[in-house]
């Protein structure tokens, strides 16, 4: 059975960081590609950042420079540091994973519950 479960979440000021983690299990070997999304009250779900499983990451375009996707896979963990926020990031973040022939971006197979993020002005 899949899990995958997100921690981290708090309520910040702005300019503040938080980290963000994914832990996984029931995943069998590193095949996998993993993703954040966040969904902000009222508006769809986003995507943030993607790791795939040959370590090839990508960042939406308003999240560069201020958060940082990183993947380990002894740990079975992928994280997202997230710096600079701002009260636009407030939002649930969810972690996503895909076997690796699937795009996680459009075609995830497992979706965490979210972690909580409030970033107040």
């Known amino acids: 059975q899949v899990q995958l479960v997100e921690s981290g979440g708090g309520f910040v000021q702005a300019g503040a960081s938080l980290r963000l983690s994914c832990a996984t299990s029931?995943?069998?070997?590193?095949?996998?590609?993993m993703a954040w999304f966040r969904q902000a009250p009222g508006k769809e779900r986003e995507f943030v950042a993607s790791?795939?499983?040959?370590?090839?990451?990508s960042y939406a375009e308003s999240m560069k420079g201020r958060f940082t996707l990183s993947r380990d896979n002894a740990a079975n963990t992928v994280s997202l540091q997230m710096d600079n926020l701002k009260p636009e990031d407030t939002a649930d973040y969810y972690c996503?994973?895909?076997?690796?022939?699937?795009?996680?971006?459009?075609?995830?197979?497992?979706w965490g519950r979210g972690t909580q993020v409030t970033v107040s002005s």
């Open positions: 996503a994973a895909s076997r690796w022939f699937r795009n996680v971006r459009t075609n995830p197979d497992y």
């Open positions: 029931g995943l069998i070997g590193t095949n996998y590609n």
């Open positions: 790791v795939n499983s040959n370590g090839d990451m």
